[in-house]
């Protein structure tokens, strides 16, 4: 691996950090520019897609790790509630279908978010005057099964969670911190479950009758692994650092303006990619 390599996955790293937790996704991003760096059909591309968010979700533990630590299990139960159904649909789902990463679909499913992120926008404003700074548990349950549109890129899984939460009248800036904490769990199952399935085999077993679990087998040289951790590492790194910096800004951006900034982007970005697209068909 050169190091013009090294700098791509570095470039995705600062891109992940950047958007993870704006509404514009972060994984379609990454996915678009994959592609145009000729880097997305590679193994080692998909892995990293997934795994480089661990350190943004790291950046989250760190900003808020007062806030994070010293709740009342109230918090903690709402989490998790919001975790369940995105875990299980994961579980179900196995993989994500190859197709969902090609570069147009992407593109029109960011361009779609943004239309969605503009109507959602503007029907808070206008039938909402008391925002409200409490999710109940139903609430999280709602936000945890719109999360799961996330699994297709490009939709992204903070647009979801926000838009739900804003949906159900709950303030924006509460609405983003809670997005924020939902991440943790998502994104460090995901992750672990990316690691696990590219790098070993795993025997399933059928139970009662053939109880066999986790007969691990390791596919990967000890060269090309390396390699490969090295990178993720890297990328991890960059993305925390980059994490940190974009929550700062972004929370310092929400506490005086809207999601419509986002919305436009979002639709530009999505429009600018078909067209690239159709002129690379001709």
Known sequence: MNYTQYIQYILLGIIEGITEFFPISSTGHMILIA??????????????????????????????????????????????????????????????PNFLYNPLIVAISIFIGGIVLLLVENYYVKNFFYKSNCITYFQSFIIGISQCLAIIPGISRSATTITTCMLQNIHRIHAMEFSFFLSIPVIIMATCKKLFDYYFKLTYFNFPFNFRLFLIYPIKSRELFLQEIGLLIIGNIVAFITGIISIKYFMFFLKKNNFKLFGYYRMILGLFFIFLHYIKKR
């Open 35 to 96: 592609s145009m760096m000729g880097i997305l059909e590679k193994k080692i591309t998909n892995l990293f897609l997934i795994s480089v968010q661990m350190g943004a979700v790291f950046s989250v533990v760190f900003f808020y790790r007062k806030k994070l630590f010293f709740q009342s299990w109230d918090f903690y139960i709402k989490i998790l509630i919001a975790s369940f159904p995105i875990g299980i649909f994961g579980f179900l789902l196995k993989n994500i």
